[in-house]
């Protein structure tokens, strides 16, 4: 029974080092601000994960940072993004890939 006892007893959280690491992670946060993943991001705009990686490769989507060689989008880089679109007019890549030739025999 004492056992139960003792797993009931609250522990005090730990200072110093802890606090310290917590702290700088939550400034790092900050600084960065949301991000989304390119799972979350492709979900959010409609779009496959090809469509986003062709937009990166042709530098015509929203920003993206890398991180451990993933792409993460920063929310406000999203959102200043989608401002930056014109009204009424679907998105449209600023590279548009080469046409395709058609041999013709004579």
């Known amino acids: 029974m004492l056992g139960c006892?003792?797993?009931?007893?609250?522990i005090a959280p730990k200072?110093?080092?802890?606090d310290v690491r917590d702290a700088r992670q939550q400034a790092a946060r900050n600084a960065i601000?949301?991000?989304l993943d390119q799972?979350?991001?492709a979900a959010l705009l409609d779009v496959s994960l090809e469509t986003l990686?062709?937009?990166r490769q042709n530098g015509c989507g929203p920003p993206a940072i890398r991180i451990s060689k993933?792409?993460?989008?920063?929310l406000n880089d999203l959102r200043s993004w989608i401002e930056s679109l014109p009204a009424g007019e679907p998105f449209q890549s600023a590279k548009k890939p080469a046409e395709r030739r058609i041999k013709t025999t004579k």
């Open 15 to 18: 200072t110093g080092a802890l």
């Open 70 to 74: 993933r792409p993460y989008y920063r």
């Open 39 to 41: 799972f979350d991001l």
């Open 33 to 35: 601000g949301p991000l």
């Open 5 to 10: 006892m003792a797993a009931q007893t609250p």
């Open 53 to 55: 990686r062709i937009w």
